[in-house]
């Protein structure tokens, strides 16, 4: 669908067709599920539950029913989701020479288990004013007892399961396929509920993981194999470490040009000033901050400053030149650059602003980061206009401004200004060459705009990627196996490779395909390994070229998603 219809209608469309449709097939196929697919609904978490002394049935009870079950009871997640289990299942084993002999069918073996496993109403018993619920108890709950359920009878002679078979305690067929290392193990896939924060899901799972392992075997393993948190924590701190060396570089450059401490702290002061009071407005507009807001802050620092410097700078002057006290001059320098200020910080507002109304797919990420961009902006004009004319009215001097004059009658600064100056004369006096020079530059972009490549986001080097293989279609759980392990060998050992955990059947959403096999991958830590991610993902590609029956697909992560696809012909 496109991006501007609504996905609520959309679906309702589908389902109502395939419900018109739905007549035409035949009354064995199974419904039809119709789900909405949400870059969203990727897991925000993956946990892998081994043990080296249980059986894989055991295990998957126990991760379901004491793992699985406190997971979901954690605010904001969503689902849960299991694979590579080996759920419960009584299997009931028949002689067909004996059900032969009998005369029977495994349609009627079949209809006595089912009507024989069953707790039905039983009525209800009235007394006085009240009545009592019967209910009959019907259920079979254990495994020896199938064998005695009658199947039909014989010359006045019952027959059971134990005359044709027996039943036998064992799993359902398996589907999917887990591994931790060489053991076999079970997946658990956290996805967080609509509306909630990645980051606060994942520390609310992992404080109760905690509490349950105390209440497990110790010979239970929970390994994280996928933790979402790792990347938004290091964006953040990363982009935090530019947000303050940003500000302290411009505070620098400030400091060189003014070459004076009270004016660089005053102008300096509308860097946290502006930003804080940026926060504000976010939280009206129901921001957080994340990777997109905290890149609109980290880039705005830079520009606050900009109209703090051009009152401050006027102030300053009309204190050297007009000789003018702080006060007066406070308000005359912000009196003569106020539209001057406002025309600069409006048209940085109409080049951002619009970045907020951008629309499809890329509307969800560049919306915070217009928005952003624009409050930072126009708080920064505000505070040129109130916080800077008052601090310089109240802590400037006028031995300041006559300090500034003398040093620009010499050394660097008078060379700089003549320089300027001689410069502006010549581009005066030759018009022509300058209009001339303009329109080649800007005639220079065509060709360079289409030498320069495209992409909706740059790779990132995360260290995390996934490799997806089909296996062809037939192919058995046991040869999906056997094809997985093969190529394992195959693409370990790479340097800079720290784990690579195999499944098979897991395609996501808890749905499964026994066909399907991806490799989740994680690479050492960035100052471990002398390998980029791209370096690593390229070495596995030439080994899994050999393949390509198999349809071998790579998808590393970025940023604004997991890169996750399903089956079929992917890229990365």
Known sequence: FVMERDLNDASNDVRDKVASAIRSVPPALLPPVITKVDPDADPVLSLIVSSESMSLRTLTELTDKQIARAIQTVNGVGQVSLSGGRAREVHIVVDIEKLNSYGLSMTQVREAIVTENV???????????????????????????????????????????????????????????????????VMLDVRRAMGKTTVAVIEGVRERLASVQRSIPATVKMTVVRDDSRFIYASIASLEEHLIFGALFATFVVMFFIRNIRAVIISALAIPASIIS????????????????????????????????????????????????????????????????????????????????????????????????????????????????????????????AADHKTKERGFFHWLDTSYERWVNWALDHSTAIIVISIVTVLLTIPLNRMVGREFVPN????????????????????????????????????????????????????????????????????????????????????????????????SRNALGSGEREGGLRGS
């Open 278 to 401: 940026a926060f504000t407005l976010m939280n009206v507009m129901g921001f957080t901050l994340n990777n997109m807001t905290l890149l609109a802050l980290t880039l705005a620092v830079g520009i606050v400053i900009d109209d703090a410097i051009v009152v401050l700078e006027n102030i300053f002057r009309y204190m050297e030149e007009k000789n003018c006290s702080p006060y007066q001059a406070a308000i005359e320098g912000t009196r003569e650059v106020a539209l001057a200020v406002m025309a600069t910080t409006l048209s940085l507002v109409v080049i951002f602003l619009p970045i907020a109304f951008m629309s499809g797919y890329a509307k969800r990420f560049i919306n915070p980061f217009g928005w952003t961009m624009a409050f930072a902006i126009l708080v920064s004009m505000l505070v040129s206009f109130t916080l800077t004319p008052m601090l310089s009215s109240r802590f400037l001097k006028l031995a300041d401004g």
């Open 460 to 555: 990132e080097d995360m260290g995390d990627w996934t490799v997806h293989v089909d296996a062809p279609e037939g192919t058995s759980l046991e040869g999906t196996t056997e094809i997985a392990f093969k190529l394992l060998k195959e693409i370990s050992g790479i340097e800079g490779v720290a784990q690579i955990e195999p499944s098979i059947g897991v395609t996501g959403q808890g749905a499964s395909s026994p066909t399907h096999i991806h490799f989740l991958c994680q690479a050492l830590p960035i100052e471990e390994r002398k390998n980029s991610q791209a370096e690593i993902i390229t070495e596995m590609r030439r080994r899994l070229a050999g393949h390509q029956s198999y349809r071998p697909a790579i998808s």
């Open 119 to 185: 707790e039905i109403p039983g009525g209800a018993i009235e007394q006085g004013k009240g009545q009592l619920l019967l209910r009959t108890l019907g259920r079979v709950d254990a495994t020896a007892n199938f064998n005695d359920i009658v199947i039909a009878t014989h010359e006045g002679t019952p027959i059971r399961i134990s005359d044709i078979g027996h039943a036998e305690d064992s799993f359902e067929r398996p589907t999917s396929a887990v591994w931790l290392g060489e053991t076999p193990a």
